[in-house]
């Protein structure tokens, strides 16, 4: 599934930046303008950013552009897909499994 819109998502939410690549050494990172906010929505972010983790094979994820996910709802239905994103021991069984079938 394209990773786009669950990355804007939480960009938005934590507001972090993720799916970066690394940067050469050499290189320097030019620093985005931020929007003006009010304090208690800095108060927000900042509470938000300071318990905000992510496994690192999702962050991988976002940087490819997609993400693995798992669809839950039953065939027939138009129109509409439920599911989750997979992550742990389950991700790590699907990407196995994947790597054996190439």
Request: proline letters at 3%; one cysteine or more.
């Amino acid at each position: 599934v394209d990773s786009t819109p669950f990355k804007a998502a939480l960009e938005a939410r934590f507001d972090t930046k993720l799916g970066l690549k690394k940067a050469r050494k050499g290189r320097r990172e030019d620093e985005e303008e931020t929007p003006a906010r009010s304090s208690r929505v800095q108060r927000k972010l900042a509470a938000r950013k300071a318990t905000f983790s992510i496994d690192q094979s999702i962050d991988d994820q976002l940087a490819s552009g997609r993400i693995l996910c798992k669809i839950t709802s039953r065939p027939g239905q138009s129109g509409r897909a439920d599911g989750y994103i997979l992550e742990g021991d389950e991700l790590s069984f699907y990407v196995r499994q994947m790597r054996k079938r190439k």
